[in-house]
């Protein structure tokens, strides 16, 4: 329910449907019922942050409490933004249209770096101060967690508390200790102490952080009684942890408008460049009859007509070929379009292509990363070059004429070799799409390479490398761009700004960044990773203001000894284990997945020693 | 196979479910309460469904329709019910019949309008001179060639008729418009054209649109 005054500026604004609340599942309640008031945030844009699994899920773990109400808040577009800010309206839930301000806790989900300046936009717009220690009450409790929670020092000014690891256990928790001190009367500090003796909370007001002289961190001294390491939450049985049966179904389109359905966390691949491979772990499986059953659930209660499965690598599922056709039984009954992101093809029996080919489907994609097998090897790609071409044979002889082909750029180790070897690459896919006899005559293939830079993240094997500079990374880009000029069919595209520099900074970034993000977001910054709004000028500014150097986390090589920012986090990976990774990648070594033979990265001992790569 | 037409009201927050957006969340609403509707054939087969009359952001209605076609039989009233315990709240089916008439046979449709202000006289008076003016010129996005380009136009000959009846604190118009093919007058474009005089003192705009109808000025069924 809105009120007149907040109604009024939907008449002038775009999009208005994003700002009314009343779509089909969202939850209102009786206020006059209610212990505990949620805001759970999305610093993005209405389409971005409706998109969001996690956000799904804790919506309706929180809103399945009888004394909690949970409501979604997102980033106000500008022109709202503006609108707000000139007839004094406040940041709302837009289930109650109520000021988030009057919320028990307000909780930030952290997805990319380059949203934390829209958080302190957020918490202003909502009429707080931005700084944890100028909110003295109780209440609201500001909190964040999510991926970029594993090193949360930049933003760490901002936020009462952090959650590391998976949300759906912690967040109770914390929900029922809230409660309690509120009743209780306590002050915040009070509430925060017992709170940081909760597994997964890091609450950095209770971490004091010495540096050396060089700017690197001496030591960390824990107070308050709080841990010295934080360890991150796992979720032990994925058949039996909360998952909802309705999502939220949006009035204007947003980026993934459809049902989704999550068969596993973690990754059995192991790719030293990817966080989410190493943070997510240990592997744990849904099973088939479980993510079938909820899948049927969803579509019905939403009403959509897709359904996408959700992991980080769906034909590792391992009960994908059992999965498909259960889903297919009913989906296509219904004019339900199963999608199968992240697949590799070339695992994939031949009933499953031709269960696939029922469907409609949308381009292929492929990601090799990395142009040679040298460089494959480096990053632990365990992709080959005969691998590519089979599964680009089988996609060619299913049908598909589209392969888009994924590659990143200043990997640690590259050489000119490893970018020629990107364009040699994909001109190999085209050669097999005319070397297939069957293909569809007069019909042209259309391969497609994109190229991310790369950026080295926290908890990889990575985390000690130094990223490419802009400069480097635009020779490099010359010289792949003469690559690839002389093949005709291939396109090409970057995706570089000075933004992937930035989020290198924040990704690895310490307590010293908190300055600056506020200084950077007082002259105007929000919506970082959005073309129209990034403005670089300003951050550097904001760095030379406040006498940081960004390349200092960005460009720099670090030591195994020295102490980083978010070594005081447990996320079930061994230190040990990382470095070794490190040393093997630098000798271009590889190491098998985690299905063919577990490398005793740690993480199975936050499951009580137990892992689903293996089953 | 059965054809029909669906008459519902949006109103409230719904009004800003745009026309694009409308058809999405109505064949999610007929997925969600199973009703097992024609697909058009083809490569990319789609619910099939057909609405009257666009209706522009920001304005409620009473009056909006949409035809579809169910496969096997269904009697109206369950459609209706099972459809308005799947709705999202604000539209509402008020009915369900065969269709009447061919939804090219609109000619107008009625239109209050709630002007809220503290001036009610002043807005009143204002309004009643732009509307007795000879010509009342607006403002249409028109193509010219590949560019879109504003282009003004007199659209006094596109009223029928113009009420206007002063309350407390808002003026009330009623005014049927020429609406459907021959030639659509978005209700917001007038307001905006005869209300020019005395912006400042509007507090806010209301737009129902209440009635559809044919030439004769009987409604559309
Ligand atoms: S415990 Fe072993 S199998 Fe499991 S993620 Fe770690 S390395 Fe892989």
Redesign the pocket.
Known sequence: MLSKQQEKLLKSVQKPARYTGGEVNSVVKDKSKIKFRYAFCFPDDYEIGMSHLGMKILYSLVNAREDSWCERVFAPWDDMEQLMRENNVLLYGLESGDNIKDFDMIGFTLQYEMSYTNILNMLDLAGLPVRSVDRKDLTPLVVAGGPCACNPEPISAFVDLFMLGEGEEVTNELIDLLIKHKEMGSSKEQFLEEAAQIQGVYVPAFYNVNYNEDGTIKEVINTHNAPKTVKKRVISDLNNVFYPDKFVVPFIDIVHDRAVSEIFR?C?RGCRFCQAGFIY???REKSSDVANKQSKALCESTGYDEISLCSLSTSDYSEIDKLIPKMFDWALKKSINVSLPSLRVDNFSDELMEELQKVRRSGLTFAPEAGTQRLRDAINKNVTEGEVIRTAEKAFKGGWTAVKLYFMMGLPTETLEDLKGIAELAQTVVNTYYQNPDRIKGKSVAVSISVASFVPKPFTPFQWEPQDTKEMLEEKQKYLLECVKPYKKIQYSYHESQTSFLEGVFARGDRKLCDVIESAWRKGCKFDSWDEFFDFSKWQEAFSECGVQPEFYANRKREFNEILPWDMFDYGIRRKFLEEENIKAHKSETTPN?REK????G??MLNGGK?D??R | MQSVRIFFEKVGLAKYISHLDLMRCFSRAIKRADIDIWYTEGYNPHPFMTFSLPLSLGTESFCESVDMRINGEMPFEELKERLNATLPTGIKITSVSAPLHKADEICFAEFEITINTANTEAVSSAVQSRINADEILVEKKAKQGKKKVLKEVNIKDSIKSFNTVVLKDRVLLKTVLAAGINGNINPSLLIDAVTKDVRDDIESIDIIKKKMLLSDMTEFI
């Open positions: 973690g059995i772990r240990p592997i985690c577990c490398s005793a990265c993480a199975n892992c790569a293996k």
